[in-house]
């Protein structure tokens, strides 16, 4: 029992300091990626090619004059930064990055806890991020932040039906919740084969709910100056950021687990590169897309993005969960 | 006498409802009310995963709940940005009788109900998994399961003819 | 002593008599509505703890039914806020004053 | 340039009385109108010889002792045949002129600056406030009695 | 539709590989036009007397009057050629929009522009763009 | 008892728009009433900038006023004094030599390209396209490195003078701007991949801000919004000045009048100013780059201070400092065709070396007051595409 524990708390200490590196590295690599893109070179001043920059931010925010928003409502306002990074916290422990392992005689397998319903948990946990932009829009008593908060919620209920939606053909495909049968599902064959609407959709929805490019309209700085942060600062401000990145690493890691064969490698004769490293890789991979996207595109209209998401989105989540069944009984799923 | 974990576990946790039950009816500001019922909901959930064995209407509990009900709450109540004047009600003594007394009547029929249900629920994991849940839905719970699905059309098309000024 | 359906019970009739004060104290129509929320969920608990001293999944159904239709009524009810809101200038429901408007 | 003496001719002819000079400076045509005729001397201007496009108005201040003291100048345009014409129109100090926004909505703000700038008032304008100085500055900058080194305050 | 998309992403992804086109600045600088109009300069003549004789010319063009200017005699020609030199000499470049017609109008080219563009100065105020003379007459940067 | 007109007596609020905001493009100001998100009226409030350029230019000679006028519009400075030096030329009737008529040819459409491009880099910036900003920033950087080369500066470079460019254009000039001609298309190209077909872009900037063709002319907008309107109208084509007549251009126009056709106006205006300055590099003839009549400019330093020093060239030079020169007495208006639109300068003299009244007429103040009209009814979002649209600089509204 007492081993047990020791094996999750370690398992989650890892994962908790990979999930803060990735974090901390992806505001970086933004920066980065964002500067080659435009033919810059980003950060460069900390350490070789800027490898320092992290550290550099993080110690300037959390230095900075910690200003509150004159006739804020306060406990809402401390509240919201704190709950923009909780989510991400909680969803890293079901998702899982490796085949089992033995070590000292014990079996462990790579991934905090593997509960039999998982996408509904992840799903659970992420519901919880719009509180952190509702909340900091709402409580800075500024008519900006207002904005960008009464939009994301609305944002928020619809790309979050989307998401579902989305994934629930790749549920119908393999039967489970679990992340763990997901991921076993795909040794042979990614589920992006089989599911490539529902993977465009889930890609569409989850940039959407991390408020990114081309719909990051709850913070769009052009109209709503910074949106919900607006009116934080130092270290409030540096969570939203923080909150931000994390919930990338973990839609990322999402995705990977339910489209791209999670730890699997995808040519067999390199599958002698262990499971996590390949994990890391796709994860990788997926957050540079959405970097990319970023980088591209112009952004959405506010009202055009609720259209996008009811009028084209949603019904094409349907028909791909309808087409997965109907596909599942003519060639004998069920 | 033995205290059991797990009933310290639902002590905690029925009081955790109650106090956010409590939140909900008294605190002034709507905010703050909306989020009491949100902790309550969510405490109920984690009352369902964890004693209840019942981890699929826990997370259905908050996604519906967190998900999209609370935050629509929220979105109305931000919407209409209430000034500080609107929120401030004036204690109704009657009402507040009448409330009582009806609820002291109702709680005692329920009791009388429960007099015989003093059964001991295991606690923790186990239960019934998703399978079963979707075969009573989808076999014998057919017709309501379709019924609901027409309320919530329904209350969808009435919700939008009712907040749009012009159709 | 275990806790048993008894405790169950004292729990959901103590949160739906809570909603229930509050609908009838609270003037506001949005924390009257949070308040029937509150009512469903008291029922909620008693269904989930019959389910399970029963062993029977039934009740965890009818729970799944509930929750549906508090979304429906919840969207319902925050429509008629929202139109009472443009119509009348607040949401105190002292303010449906009239027979018709 | 299209020929210009032709239509110009006609332009006189039709204002008549309320045309008070008119004179030509490096192929520049322009007008010096009566006070009393506007804003119906604009209108026919307008109408009658298609000067659509208001290009410019401003005011002009010819010192404090002159009669008339203040000019206000309209640039106009007829877009169909690249035609150019300036009309003035003399004020005296503290005297209104009627507005231009009726006949060219883009007087709004051509006005409002010289309302700022000169004090000059356009009777009937929409919003006649000051376009760029601060509702409470004192004085009127391009008069030429402005002190460029601004007001004594302390009075 | 998802055509243009696409091409966009593949314009952005083809500059993900090209060479920064900008300039490390304070470690590396720019290359600066041979016309370039920056910091003033006074300048002395081959005998190390100054060549300027306030006459007051520049002081008179300046369209922002920046430029401060007392001249004083020299009788025994030690400082100047011409038997007059500026005594005061200062520009306010908090002033000073670098249009250049001060060394236009130079009679004698006593004053030249400089490439040297860094002309931030330390700590609040503007006092430390008040320039004297002396300041005037140092060779720094592109002199 | 309230009637129900009591109680809703007040459905829209006010949200404040700058002076500080990002996409104000300066500090402009803009009160919305907003209903929702959507703008019942937009009213600018102007002035945060003014800087009195007009009440300053009556007290200096025309020579000093020059360098205030390109400090006007700073994303397109060659153009102000350009304008500026053709209305006091026009006011003196002097004719400038062929050779200084093409070098500001060339540099006017020069600071067209440059202004144009910060115009499409901050106009898709404001729609969210942060990557196009730092492309057309990119090729900014070389229309600014040719400017430096030929007048000493990047921004307000006060090069053409009354009469005349100040100096010849330097050697390596013509080669590097030949060598920018040549790449700008695929660049513009570039751009336009990233922009002109995607399907966000559309739908953020079609049917956006529509200006008819009558409410153009009547608001006095001139320049892209009068030609995205579908009015054929340019001033290099109408009244040509500075040989515009000689070379062979194309006036773009658009149909709907709304955002997205002046994008591609604005787009099709770089190409037709690249087609400009390669017919003004081939005309290009060698010979005095000042007018010679009415000593407008200090002589040739060479004769003031050089090898053949002259002492009428000396007493030209004192004597254009101390008096400047003395115009006939008369009123002229000039315009042009800035990058913004219609820059007109009105000039009062009353025979002294200064001017007795300088009336600038600026395109961003006129295009401005077409934003009450455009963005009635739309969401706030749009507002910023339009604001975007118009190619404001705050210096050029604010005088």
């Known amino acids: 029992m007492i081993v047990a524990i020791i094996v999750v708390a370690v398992k989650l200490l890892i994962l908790f300091a990979v999930l803060m590196l990735f974090v901390a590295y992806g505001t970086l690599a933004e920066r980065k990626v964002s500067g080659h893109i435009q033919d810059r070179l980003g950060p460069y001043h900390c350490g070789p090619h800027g490898l320092l920059q992290p550290l550099a931010d993080g110690l300037k925010l959390f230095f900075k004059e910690d200003i509150v928003a004159a006739e804020s409502d306060k406990i809402l306002y401390y509240l919201a930064p704190m709950i923009a990074i909780v989510p991400a916290i909680l969803a890293i422990g079901v998702i899982p990055f490796g085949e089992s392992i033995t070590l000292f005689g014990r079996k462990i397998d790579l991934v905090v806890t593997d509960i039999n ?9 992420s519901s919880f991020s719009v509180y952190a932009i509702v909340f900091g829009g709402w409580s800075s008593n500024s008519k900006y932040p207002l904005l960008g908060g009464l939009r994301s919620a609305a944002q928020f209920i619809s790309y979050e039906l989307i998401l579902g939606l989305s994934i629930m053909g790749v549920i119908m495909v393999v039967g489970s919740f679990s992340l763990v049968d997901i991921v076993h599902y795909q040794k042979s064959m990614w589920m992006v084969v089989y599911q490539p609407l529902a993977f465009i959709i889930y890609m569409i929805a989850a940039t959407a709910e991390l408020n990114r490019l081309p719909f990051d309209l709850p913070e769009a700085e052009s109209e709503l100056v910074g949106g919900y942060h607006t009116e934080y600062s130092s270290m409030k401000f540096a969570m939203f950021f923080l909150g931000e990145y994390a919930n990338m690493t973990v839609t990322s890691a999402v995705a990977v687990c339910l489209f791209l064969g999670g730890w699997y490698s995808p040519v067999s004769f390199l599958s002698w590169i262990p499971g996590p490293i390949w994990f890391v890789v796709k994860l990788v991979a997926v957050f540079f897309f ?45 | 006498m033995m205290i059991n974990a797990w009933d310290v576990v639902f002590f905690f946790l029925a009081g955790l409802i109650l106090l956010s039950a409590l939140g909900v009816v008294f605190i002034r500001h709507p905010v703050y009310s909306a989020l009491s019922l949100l902790a309550n909901l969510c405490v109920t959930a984690i009352l369902y995963l964890s004693l209840m064995g019942a981890p699929f209407i826990a997370m259905v509990q908050i996604i519906v709940y967190a998900g999209a009900i609370m935050v629509f709450f929220l979105f109305v109540i931000m919407l209409m940005n209430l000034s500080k004047g609107e929120y401030q009600e004036r204690a109704v003594p009657w009402r507040l009788l009448l409330g009582l007394g009806a609820a002291a009547l109702f709680a005692f029929q329920i009791f009388i109900l429960a007099g015989e249900w003093r059964g001991v629920l295991s606690p923790g994991a186990g239960g019934f998994g998703v399978k079963a849940l979707s075969h009573f839905i989808f076999t014998r719970y057919i017709l309501a399961f379709e019924l609901v699905s027409v309320l919530i059309f329904v209350a969808a098309l009435g919700a939008v003819a009712l907040a749009k000024k012009k159709l | ?90 949401i105190g429901v002292d303010r449906a004053d009239l027979m018709k408007w | 340039m299209v020929a210009m003496g032709d239509w110009l001719e006609k332009v006189k002819e039709r204002l008549g009385g309320s045309v ?60 169909t045949t690249r035609a150019q014409l300036r009309v003035k129109v003399g004020l005296k100090d503290g005297e ?33 406030t000051r376009l760029y100085l601060a509702d409470d500055f004192p004085g009127y900058p391009l008069r030429k009695d402005y002190p460029t080194e601004g007001y004594d305050f302390e009075e | 539709m998802v055509g243009p998309l696409l091409k966009g992403l593949r314009v952005t992804f083809g500059h993900l590989f090209k060479p920064a086109i900008t300039v490390k600045y304070p470690y590396e600088k720019r290359p600066v036009a041979e016309r370039y109009r920056g910091r003033h300069v006074l300048k002395l003549d081959e005998d190390g007397r100054e060549k300027c004789c306030a006459c007051g010319l520049c002081e008179a063009v300046c369209p922002a009057g920046a430029i401060t200017l007392y001249g004083a005699e ?59 003379k002396n300041w005037l007459f140092e060779k720094r940067g592109g002199e | 008892m309230k009637t129900v007109a009591e109680h809703t007596e007040r459905r829209t609020y006010t949200l404040n728009m700058g002076p500080q905001h990002p996409s104000t ?35 200096k000679t025309y020579q000093q006023v020059s360098p205030l006028i390109d400090r006007l519009d700073y994303l397109a400075c060659p153009a102000y004094n350009f304008a500026y030096c053709l209305a006091v030329e026009k006011l003196l009737g002097v004719e400038v030599p062929p050779r200084a008529k093409y070098i500001r040819v060339i540099l006017a459409e020069l600071a067209r390209i440059a202004s144009h491009l910060i115009w499409l880099g901050s106009h898709a910036m404001d729609i969210g396209a942060v990557t196009v900003f730092l492309y057309t920033f990119r090729e900014r950087e070389i229309t600014y490195e040719l400017l430096e080369m030929a007048a000493g500066v990047r921004m307000h470079q006060s090069y053409f003078v009354v009469g005349g460019v100040r100096w010849d254009l330097p050697e390596g000039f013509i080669p590097k701007l030949r060598e920018f001609l040549d790449i700008l298309p695929s660049k513009i190209q570039e751009y336009e991949n990233l922009l002109t077909k995607n399907k966000i872009w559309r739908m ?58 002046r994008y591609l106006v604005r787009m099709e205006e770089m190409r037709q100013s690249r087609r400009i300055i390669l017919q003004a590099l081939e005309k290009l003839p060698d010979g005095p780059i000042h007018a010679m009549e009415g000593k407008l400019y200090f002589p040739d330093p060479d004769w003031v201070r050089g090898e053949h020093r002259d002492i009428a060239a000396l007493i030209h030079q004192f004597k254009l400092v101390v008096e400047g020169f003395h115009p006939p007495k008369g009123e002229v208006y000039q315009s042009i065709e800035a990058p913004k639109g219609e820059l007109g300068f009105y000039i009062v003299c009353d025979g002294s070396p200064k001017p007795y009244r300088l009336r600038i007429r600026l395109p961003s103040l006129m295009n401005l007051q077409t934003l009450p009209l455009l963005s009635r009814g739309h969401k706030v979002a749009d507002l910023v595409a339009i604001i975007g649209t118009l190619d404001i600089v705050l210096g050029d509204v604010d005088k």
């Open chain 4, 96 to 128: 209104g002129i009627p507005t231009a926004c009726g006949v060219w909505p883009g007087a709004n703000w051509m006005e409002r600056e010289a309302y700022d700038m000169f004090g000059i008032e356009f009777e009937g304008h929409p919003d006649l």
């Open chain 1, 117 to 125: 319903v998982a996408l509904l948990y992840l799903l659970a946990v």
């Open chain 6, 25 to 59: 493009h300066g500090v402009l100001r803009v009160i919305l009433e907003l209903e929702g998100e959507t703008i019942v009226d937009a009213r600018p409030v102007v002035g945060y900038l003014h800087r009195g350029t007009e009440k300053l230019a009556e007290s």
């Open chain 5, 74 to 132: 020299d009788p025994e020609f030690k400082r100047s050629d011409v038997g007059k030199i500026a005594e005061v000499y200062e520009i306010d470049y908090s002033r000073c929009i670098f249009c250049g017609y001060c060394v236009d109008a130079c009679p004698r080219g006593a004053i030249i522009m400089t490439t040297d563009y860094e002309l931030t100065v330390p700590g609040p105020g503007r006092g430390h763009l008040y320039k004297d």
């Open chain 3, 1 to 90: 002593m275990g806790v048993g359906l008894f405790q169950y019970t004292v729990l959901s009739v103590l949160v739906f008599l809570l909603g229930a004060l509050g609908l009838m104290i609270r003037r506001n129509a949005i924390i009257m509505f949070l308040c029937m929320e509150l009512m469903l969920n008291g029922v909620n608990i008693l269904f989930m703890a019959l389910a399970r001293s029963k062993g029977s999944v039934e009740g965890q159904v009818i729970v799944l039914f509930v929750m549906a239709v508090a979304a429906a009524e919840a969207a319902i009810g925050m429509a008629i806020i929202t139109s009472f809101y443009r119509s009348r200038g607040g």
């Open chain 4, 20 to 79: 008070l000079e008119d004179f030509e400076f490096r192929g520049e045509y322009t007008l010096l109108l009566d006070k009393s005729s506007l804003p119906g001397a604009l209108e026919v201007l307008k109408g009658e010889f298609g000067f659509d496009c208001l290009v410019d108005l401003c005011g002009v201040d010819m010192g404090v002792d002159q009669e008339p003291r203040f000019y206000v100048v309209y640039h106009l345009r007829n877009m």
């Open chain 6, 204 to 261: 953020r900037t079609e049917g956006l801000g529509v200006l008819s063709r009558e409410d153009a002319i009547a608001l006095g907008a001139t320049g892209p919004m009068l030609r995205g309107s579908g009015v054929e109208w340019d001033i290099r084509k109408a009244y040509p000045y500075s040989g515009y007549g000689e070379f062979e251009f194309d006036i773009p126009t658009g149909r709907n009048g709304d955002v997205y056709d």
């Open chain 1, 290 to 334: 959405l970097l990319w996207l970023r980088w591209t595109y112009p952004r959405f209209r506010y009202d055009q993005l609720m259209v996008f998401s009811w009028k084209y989105l949603l019904p094409l989540a349907l028909v791909n969960i309808l087409a997965t069944g109907g596909v599942m009984i003519l060639f004998g799923g069920i």
